[in-house]
């Protein structure tokens, strides 16, 4: 069974940029008789108040973009990650780290061109002495160790793609030492519990892919198909951002109609020549990956008041 997943973080109120995601997500599936569910990243509770939560998934269903099942909360599923960390824990894969915020900024080896800094490994050789001597004045974060081992893919946009885990990405963080766990360790617990078979999602989230790819395969889950999406930009190509005012959906919806909301998204992803209305099953039989643009996906003008 194909399943595609929508996985907002409710910091805010969903941008067109989340309901381009959505769109393609549910074409995605849908065109090949999939199913279609919602999850609500909201990891780091605080910063993601419920009514934003809520909000998105009215939103999904006003543009019929339901989930199929009931959403699952990440900020419910601690035991569920708790359990993929004491795996991955008991294989020796996981480590105490007990860098402050400064160390880190001060020993981030140099990267190779690349945007995410790469973690020098210093916490990595501690002795048993040293973790419990630190441990007393402190809480650790708890990282991964990688291999110096290259893992690639092919997306289904943006076409093969490779990083080397130690030289590229570095021993990545599971757990903070504020206890939250990190994305990258409940987004594959979360994907391998709903059965998601393919990830549709932003193009700023393809380098940490790769992380996410070896960590399925450590704890044994199948690894999803994926498509990483452009950055969606206003008809000049400049990127949205707060200087366009109000772009959440209640503010579009007082202009436009959803047919209308969609038809402009699905201009942008290149699924029409002319912005025109429609509605998310009237997109099926057109929607092809081949037709999506690989690096920026322009809202027709007039979209951005
Ligand atoms: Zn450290």
Redesign the pocket.
């Known amino acids: 069974m194909i399943t595609g997943r929508f996985a907002p973080s409710p910091s805010g109120y969903l941008h067109p940029g989340n309901l381009l995601c959505a769109l393609l997500a549910w074409l995605s599936c849908r065109s090949r008789g999939g199913r279609f569910i919602v999850r609500i990243e909201d990891l780091d509770a605080g910063r993601c108040p419920k009514k934003y939560a809520l909000q998105a998934l009215a939103d999904l269903d006003w543009l019929g973009l339901s989930s199929d099942e009931d959403p699952l909360w990440q900020s419910q599923r601690a035991d569920v990650y708790g359990a993929a960390l004491e795996q991955l824990s008991r294989s020796g894969h996981v480590y105490p780290?007990?860098?402050s915020r400064a160390?880190?900024h001060a020993?981030f080896a140099p990267n190779l061109g690349d945007e995410v800094p790469v973690?020098?490994g210093?916490?990595?050789g501690l002795t048993p002495e040293e973790i419990a001597a630190k441990s007393a004045l402190r809480r650790?974060?708890l990282?991964l160790a990688v291999p110096d081992e290259a893992v690639a893919f092919t997306d289904a946009l943006q076409g093969p793609y490779e990083r080397n885990l130690a030289r590229q990405c570095g021993d990545f963080i599971l757990r903070r030492s504020d206890g939250i766990y990190a994305y990258q360790l409940a987004v594959v617990c979360d994907d391998a519990a709903s059965g998601v078979t393919e990830v549709v999602r932003g193009r700023d989230i393809l380098p940490s892919t790769p992380q996410q790819i070896y960590l399925c395969r450590l704890l044994g889950f199948p690894v999803p198909a994926y498509a990483h999406i452009p950055l969606l930009t206003d008809s000049s190509g400049r990127r949205l951002s707060k200087r366009d005012g109000d772009i959440s959906l209640s503010a579009l919806s007082r202009r436009f109609s959803r047919e209308e909301i969609v038809g402009m998204l699905a201009c942008a992803a290149g699924l029409l020549r002319e912005p025109r209305p429609v509605t998310p099953e009237q997109l099926l039989p057109a929607f092809s990956w081949e037709k999506v643009p690989k690096d920026e996906a322009r809202l027709p003008a007039g979209f951005i008041a």
Request: glycine share 0%.
């Open positions: 780290c007990f860098c160390e880190l020993s973690y020098s210093k916490c990595r650790p974060a990282r």
